[in-house]
């Protein structure tokens, strides 16, 4: 999403400040998840061109969100959010949109504890109650239907 930001939210918690207004949100290594469709296209023997399309599924798909400055209570409440739907055995939705509505993400996922490190984020300078450079990273597995 380069230029762009994206607004929404990520385990049914808004990504919003304080006052209510959509934080600036950057996807991570998004982009495989925005075209499900991947083609092919073979020429054979008497030159006919044959194209193959394959609908291809978002499950495994490894991404991450960096919200830039975000309350350190939208974390809190993420991360019980999270815990709960992981307690019940459920992913949990991550939905994301830019403004011009170019790029969407609208998926279940669970946390990348791997990519993260065994955490369910990572995070910069905490300065009057607000987080700089939330990073969070998820797997994608399945459409949020």
């Known amino acids: 999403m380069s230029n ?26 998004a982009e495989a998840l925005s075209q499900t ?5 073979e020429v054979s023997l008497d030159l006919t061109v044959h194209t193959q399309l394959l609908a291809r599924d ?3 798909i490894r991404f991450g969100v960096h919200v830039a400055q975000v309350p350190v209570q939208f974390r809190d409440d993420v991360v019980a959010s999270i815990e709960g739907y992981l307690a019940a055995g459920q992913p949990f939705p991550v939905t994301l949109a830019d403004s011009a509505g170019a790029d969407s993400l609208d998926v279940l996922a669970v946390p990348d504890w791997e990519a993260s490190g065994g955490s369910l984020y990572k995070r910069g300078a905490i300065a009057a109650g607000y987080i700089k450079d939330l990073v969070m990273r998820f797997v994608a597995t399945g459409p949020n239907a």
């Open 4 to 29: 762009r930001w994206a607004s929404g939210s990520i385990a049914d918690i808004p990504v919003q400040d304080s006052g209510g207004r959509d934080c600036r949100v950057d996807l991570l290594d």
């Open 58 to 60: 978002v499950r495994g």
């Open 37 to 41: 469709l991947v083609g092919n296209a």
